[in-house]
DNA sequence: GCAAAATAGAAGTCATCACTCCGCTTGTCA
DNA sequence: TGACAAGCGGAGTGATGACTTCTATTTTGC
């Protein structure tokens, strides 16, 4: 129960950080050494923060989730409800330049990527709760939607977004889903 | 150049159909022998038709294409331009009932999705391009909406409604895609 | 400064899986 | 109906990769 010791600390982090730009650049297919390799630590330090591959993977989804929550939380509080929910889809959509590649990241790990049992989840539904409720109390939502939903679209919309081509295309497929959402 | 034996041709067809289902059911990562099981094939057979597991993946996704291209060129023909467009949607995302897990399916194999160069890939744009002219034409579909981006969002929607709970979760969704398409 | 905690990473284990090989079976055509 | 090539099944092979273990070394916290 004592705190871990702070170089525990950091190296769980750096290796957190490799691992999304390694498994979000080459699918999970890529070997636990690979990922070592690029956080520069050991195979054995890594092995002792992550268990298993999968929890690895999950740790890195986890995170993804965390900051994409407090994207949420702070737009709900922040910003003008009217435009809080397209524009926090349009950040969360862009934040992975290359590649949304995610969720079918966890998939074919064989997660099931519906299971919103976690603590990052629930955070991130409600936070997404807020935003939702806000934008339809001021008319830019349509009022049958809910939060599922938007979970759904969110992921539909990141990998829509990876078979445009330019930025015209991508422009104009997110144009679709915020009148789609707006629609009603 | 001799037309293949009988039950070369039927063992084909029965591997092409057993691999889908089990693709799409347990993703990319199940074995071949586990596909050739599922056919009641031997891994010999399998190997000589597909002789790479990649093949096998195209193969299977070629055939998802090419009936698609079918069902857009029935509806650009037979179906009313104003409504065609979103029926084929309708009818495409639906599909596969489980998990339209195909493009993730070839994404996760390190195959490029947007690599449009094959024979089905090409009959599948000209049948969207023609569904979508007509679409524009009758005022069903925003006029800057382009080929690519109708793609993306075939694929995309087809994600988001593996997040659906519901049957009416669903039909929000796609509802919501359908709007914006229709908006512009 | 020292004990405890943590690390690097080499070497090894074990399971899995794509793919090969080859003896047997079956469709085809005379 | 028989011969024979095309096709088949499935045991076997080699590579890979997740995970373990272990030793020598470094880092941290008090």
Redesign the pocket.
């Known amino acids: 129960m004592t705190p871990?010791?702070?170089?525990?600390i950091r190296?769980r982090a750096r290796i957190l950080e490799a691992a999304e730009q390694v498994l979000v650049e080459h699918g999970t297919t890529v070997?636990?050494?690979e990922i070592a390799k690029a956080a520069?630590?050991?195979?054995?330090?890594l092995?002792?923060h992550f268990?298993?591959?999968e929890e690895l993977i999950r740790g890195v989804f986890e995170a993804r989730l965390q900051r994409l929550a407090a994207d949420a939380t702070r737009l709900a509080t922040d910003g003008d409800p009217a435009t809080a929910l397209a524009t926090f889809l349009r950040q969360a959509v862009e934040q992975s330049e290359v590649k949304n590649a995610l969720t079918s990241m966890l998939a074919s790990a064989g997660v099931d990527v519906r299971d919103l049992t976690g603590e990052p989840q629930r955070a991130l539904r409600e936070a997404l709760a807020t935003l939702l409720r806000k934008a339809q109390q001021s008319g830019a939502a349509r009022q049958d939607l809910e939060v599922p939903e938007l979970i759904g679209l969110l992921a539909g919309t990141s990998k829509a977004l990876e078979y445009a081509g330019d930025a015209a295309s991508r422009s104009r497929i997110l144009a679709v889903v915020l009148a789609g959402l707006r629609a009603g």
Chains 1, 2 share one sequence.
Do not use: L, Q
């Open positions: 871990p010791r702070a170089d525990a190296n070997s636990t050494e520069g630590v050991g195979i054995g330090t092995f002792r268990p298993t591959k």
